[in-house]
T-cell receptor, first 112, second 110 residues
Framework: DTAVSQTPKYLVTQMGNDKSIKCEQNLGHDTMYWYKQDSKKFLKIMFSYNNKELIINETVPNRFSPKSPDKAHLNLHINSLELGDSAVYFC???????????FGPGTRLTVT | GESVGLHLPTLSVQEGDNSIINCAYSNSASDYFIWYKQESGKGPQFIIDIRSNMDKRQGQRVTVLLNKTVKHLSLQIAATQPGDSAVYFCAEKLGNQFYFGTGTSLTVIP
């Protein structure tokens, strides 16, 4: 069974569209994250979220919003997509205060 | 934001040799330092971590060294194997936030 799964794996869309990426973890973790990895492999945290606290990286545009229907899911909604949003997006999870994160396989977003 | 950097973007080693991947960090308040391995087309995978009050930790074929005086972290891989070829990231943990370095691409030459 996949520990952290993301859908879709690939997403190609046009500028201005709104899209969502879904993430699910079956590890019973209480904290989930979203990361963006650019073409130079740089990984940047976007959000961390548990049932008590959402921490947003201040550099993330407000077009990006995490939505968590329950503890096992953290979806990423992106409004008004821009060319610069093209990247690989990774979801991850961990137990709170743990340094060991489990990453999903990534979603490659291409904005044309 | 936090700054975590790596000294070398690429590293090539002969199979069977030891590999050393270095990392510099900037925030003395980080409570953990972590190494991740990312294979092509996959998400990063946790390798080993070290708490900020330690200076050395060993795992299976890997050793992490932490030098807080110069804010330097290293990952040593013993008897490097072709399966070790990947991009390696160091990261620092501050509270519930993680800050990753730019990555070092390790290539193992058979």
């Amino acid at each position: 069974d996949t520990a952290v799964s993301q859908t879709p794996k690939y997403l190609v869309t046009q500028m201005g569209n709104d899209k969502s990426i879904k993430c699910e973890q079956n590890l019973g973790h209480d904290t989930m994250y979203w990361y963006k990895q650019d073409s130079k492999k740089f990984l940047k945290i976007m959000f961390s979220y548990n049932n008590k606290e959402l921490i947003i990286n201040e550099t993330v545009p407000n077009r990006f919003s995490p939505k968590s229907p329950d503890k096992a899911h953290l979806n990423l909604h992106i409004n008004s997509l821009e060319l610069g949003d093209s990247a690989v997006y990774f979801c991850a999870s961990s137990q709170i205060l743990s340094s060991e994160q489990y990453f999903g396989p990534g979603t490659r977003l291409t904005v044309t | 934001g936090e700054s975590v950097g790596l000294h070398l973007p690429t590293l090539s080693v002969q199979e069977g040799d030891n590999s050393i991947i270095n990392c510099a960090y900037s925030n003395s308040a980080s409570d953990y330092f972590i190494w991740y391995k990312q294979e092509s087309g996959k998400g990063p995978q946790f390798i080993i971590d070290i708490r900020s009050n330690m200076d050395k930790r060993q795992g299976q074929r890997v050793t992490v060294l932490l030098n807080k005086t110069v804010k330097h972290l290293s990952l040593q891989i013993a008897a490097t194997q072709p399966g070790d070829s990947a991009v390696y990231f160091c990261a620092e943990k501050l509270g519930n936030q993680f800050y990753f370095g730019t990555g070092t691409s390790l290539t193992v030459i058979p």
